[in-house]
């Protein structure tokens, strides 16, 4: 298994043989996945918060559509 995968798992909360101890460490671990996805997606092209208008960078919409918030 990949190891960021691996890492992201044990911050979840996930025992050394990777098994959850509750749904409450999947959803952290869905929550971490969709948060790196989303950093990867906007390392092209950052947001344009501070430049007087507003737009969803493709990260920002990744979020969004998971409903995750930081």
Partial sequence: MN???QHLMKQAGA???GKWMSVDNAEKFAKLIVCECAE???QE???SLGC???TLTK???IKQH???EE
Wanted: hydrophobic content about 40%.
């Fill in 52 to 54: 007087g208008y507003i």
């Fill in 66 to 68: 998971f409903g995750v």
């Fill in 15 to 17: 025992d050394s043989s």
């Fill in 40 to 42: 990867i997606a906007d």
């Fill in 3 to 5: 190891e960021k995968i």
């Fill in 45 to 47: 092209r950052p947001s």
């Fill in 59 to 61: 990260g920002m919409m």
